[in-house]
């Protein structure tokens, strides 16, 4: 997967803002969960309906999320973290909102995707992170949820292929977009 994850060279080359680098990361986010779908639908497992196809790019955002946070635990301070995960959500609740308009029309969507954020930050909270990589616990979960989306087609397989496969393909893309989009030391 090829993703845009270095900013430009101009003669203004100037550090970004917390800001800046957490909207950069969430177009990532969105990016790397919309492929892990693509690749997941492209290996056979079946959706059945837009909204389905949603709730599995939300299930690997909010995982890539989660892992953003951890990734910069030791180069952010507690405020800068805090807002720089704040960003990356409230970015990734625009888009989610955006997207749910156009499967369900206009109402409120950004509440419930909130809502299910900070239920599953929780979660993934309480899972062991092995050093430079999220635990086998972690990928594991990711793979559950996902499977409770999915379709009925193939479904007791798209845990294992969740975790042997698509989860470490988009935390590779991950961590390659925050070491060339951060600060220096990611």
Known sequence: ???????????????????????????????????????????????????QRMDVVVEFVIFL???????????????????FVVGIVMNLARNYQGSMEDIEGI???????????????AD?????????????????YLGSRVQQVMGERHNKWIETQVLEINAPEAIDNLKRAMENLLKPGF
């Open 65 to 83: 999320t989660h892992l953003a946070d951890r990734y910069s635990y030791e180069n952010m301070s507690a405020a800068e973290r805090e807002q």
């Open 124 to 140: 993934y909270s309480e899972m062991p992170f092995d050093g430079e990589d999220p635990s086998f616990m972690m990928r594991r």
């Open 1 to 51: 997967m090829r993703i845009k994850s270095k900013w430009g060279k101009g003669k203004e080359h100037k550090e970004r803002s917390i800001e800046d680098q957490a909207s950069a990361v969430a177009f990532i986010v969105w990016r790397i969960a919309q492929d892990a779908l693509l690749n997941l639908e492209n290996d056979d497992y079946q959706t059945d309906s837009l909204k």
């Open 107 to 121: 109402q409120e969507h950004k509440k419930d995707f909130i809502d299910l954020v900070n239920e599953r930050m």
